[in-house]
T-cell receptor, first 113, second 116 residues
Framework: GNSVTQMEGPVTLSEEAFLTINCTYT??????LFWYVQYPGEGLQLLLK?????DKGSNKGFEATYRKETTSFHLEKGSVQVSDSAVYFC????????????FGSGTRLSIRP | GAGVSQSPSNKVTEKGKDVELRCDPI?????LYWYRQSLGQGLEFLIY????????KSGLPSDRFSAERTGGSVSTLTIQRTQQEDSAVYLC??????????????FGPGTRLTVL
């Protein structure tokens, strides 16, 4: 079945550091891929998405590229801010029969000033 | 408005009691999902409704859990004879339609359930 494996946290970085959170997936067919973010005390919200191979999703300085050959969707940001502290979830859904999204276990990111 | 709403925001109950959690999806969204997020864990899929189709109940952890969606809109998740391991945040999400699997799900703020 479909599954998502992401980097375990917590991850602690200094402000302006480069961020990578790894995510790999297992899926039949051609899933859509997502990164969701959950800021402290807030609900889950979509950060970015990519729906086909080689697509790059981007938002708020974050980027992730859909790599079919490596079944990966790593999240990157060139210079993190304290306000990026949150829990990040990698996820996938079947592109045609989207009965549910399969989420990774989440990675907690803390940014030091 | 606008987004997905859930009630109550917090629920404390005693072991063995029944609870009902409510979700109001975004107007016009045909798909509705329930997830559970336990402390320090990822999201666990519970159930999915799409229009008038039979729901996908494959994620429900036991027969104490049930859900219904009335009129294709509001949904209620019911947990009977609650146990302490049911303590979690229950999240509801909706999305515009089934065939557009690439579209996002919009999440509500969740209901934090504590079973004493």
């Amino acid at each position: 079945g479909n599954s998502v494996t992401q980097m375990e946290g917590p991850v602690t970085l200094s402000e302006e550091a480069f961020l990578t959170i790894n995510c790999t997936y297992t899926a039949t067919g051609y899933p859509s891929l997502f990164w969701y973010v959950q800021y402290p005390g807030e609900g889950l919200q979509l950060l970015l998405k990519a729906t086909k191979a080689d697509d790059k999703g981007s938002n708020k300085g974050f980027e992730a590229t859909y790599r079919k050959e490596t079944t990966s969707f790593h999240l990157e940001k060139g210079s993190v801010q304290v306000s990026d502290s949150a829990v990040y979830f990698c996820a996938l859904s079947d592109r045609v029969y989207a009965s549910k999204i399969i989420f990774g276990s989440g990675t907690r990111l803390s940014i030091r000033p | 408005g606008a987004g997905v709403s859930q009630s109550p925001s917090n629920k404390v109950t005693e072991k063995g009691k029944d609870v009902e959690l409510r979700c109001d999806p975004i107007s016009g969204h045909t798909a509705l999902y329930w997830y559970r997020q336990s402390l320090g864990q990822g999201l666990e899929f519970l159930i999915y409704f799409q229009g008038n189709s039979a729901p996908d109940k494959s994620g429900l952890p036991s027969d104490r859990f049930s859900a219904e969606r009335t009129g294709g809109s509001v949904s209620t998740l019911t947990i009977q004879r609650t146990q302490q391991e049911d303590s979690a945040v229950y999240l509801c999400a909706s999305s515009p339609d089934r065939l557009a699997g690439g579209r996002e799900q919009f999440f509500g703020p969740g209901t934090r359930l504590t079973v004493l």
